[in-house]
């Protein structure tokens, strides 16, 4: 079973595409260079397929950016990826995407994920079911107003051609879908996020999907540029490490993408290349009432309309 061969080899294509021209922006930026790993699943495996896992560290801008393709083939959907669509449970799937987290060295400049993906799937003898998903979220540490309009704009004015029901809905989407319900509070200011769709059509639905990462430069890097260089100090960091440790928690505890890697037997690295390289966590922690850091929980983590 595989997707429809024009359209798979069409997505593959743009997708590594994509993958050259975000990691070529980055290291223009911060003057390091990505290590390219490509990877093989080797033909006795569950899993087959292969990709290419770029990683920068400990960069001028950058302490750890992440930003990975690929595409595999599998005899069994794992159970994060048959919730809304139980009939295809235990189907051979064909999966394919770019998935990126950049993590700052500058507690000013945020946090950022990225994602479009593709899966076929289907029963032998059956045509196969394609949908699209993905989306782009930001996690600022400390939060600024002009930095969520521009990054929430850019998510608007990319869907637009779809129909002016697409931000709205893939917005809260957004917002529902990066909750951390242990702890009852947001990861960030969000941005857009969509999954398993297919409304559009084969073609239309993968144009939107394309819309979306296209848009990712424009609605990062003047962030970015803004904020990172500057000054900060060891509150800054000590607050930095604090909230990535709330990153780490909603990766490993909630997001269906690193289940869906780990329970279909993907590659590890790769997986949680999404991981910060610094991360902590306090008991108990409160922040000082009217600091920055209260701002941040009482202004920006919680969902408001931002365009």
């Keep these: 079973m595989s997707a429809p061969d024009t359209t798979a080899q069409q997505f593959a294509a743009w997708l590594r595409g994509l993958q050259d021209g975000i990691t070529g922006a980055i290291e223009a930026i911060d003057g390091g ?13 569950p899993l087959q397929g292969q990709g290419v896992t770029r990683i920068l560290e400990d960069g001028a801008v ?8 690929s595409h595999v083939r599998g005899p069994q959907l794992p159970p994060s990826a048959t919730q809304h669509r139980p009939q295809l449970a235990g189907s051979p799937f064909e999966a394919m995407g770019v998935s990126l987290v950049f993590h700052p060295r500058n507690p000013y400049a945020p946090t950022v994920h990225m994602n479009v993906r593709m899966i076929a799937a289907g ?7 394609c949908w699209f998903g993905g ?13 969520a309009r521009h990054f929430h704009r850019v998510c608007r004015d990319a869907l637009a051609p779809y129909g002016a029901d697409k931000y709205p809905r893939f917005k809260q989407w957004c917002d529902e879908y990066f909750f951390l319900k242990h702890r009852q509070e947001a990861r960030g200011i969000g941005g857009v996020f969509f999954d398993d769709f297919s409304e559009l059509g084969l ?10 990462g296209a848009a990712f430069l424009d609605a990062y890097l003047p962030i970015l540029e803004r904020r990172k260089d500057t000054p900060y100090g060891e509150r800054e960091r000590a607050f930095q490490r604090y909230r990535r440790g709330r990153y ?7 997001d269906r993408g690193t289940h869906f890697g780990l329970q279909s037997g993907g590659r590890t690295e790769s997986i949680l290349l999404s991981m910060p390289p610094l991360a902590a966590w306090a008991y108990r922690y409160q922040p000082e009432p009217g600091s920055a850091e209260a701002r941040l929980a009482e202004h920006f983590l919680v969902p408001r309309d931002w365009t």
């Design 33 to 45: 260079r990505f290590r390219s790993d490509p990877w093989a699943k080797e033909a006795h495996e």
């Design 62 to 69: 950058f302490e750890r950016a992440g930003c990975g393709f």
């Design 123 to 129: 029963h032998p003898g059956e045509a196969p079911v």
């Design 135 to 147: 989306g782009m979220d930001l996690t600022p540490v400390y939060g600024f107003e002009d930095d």
């Design 203 to 212: 073609q239309g639905s993968m144009a939107m999907t394309q819309a979306v």
């Design 248 to 254: 780490v928690e909603f990766n490993l505890v909630w």
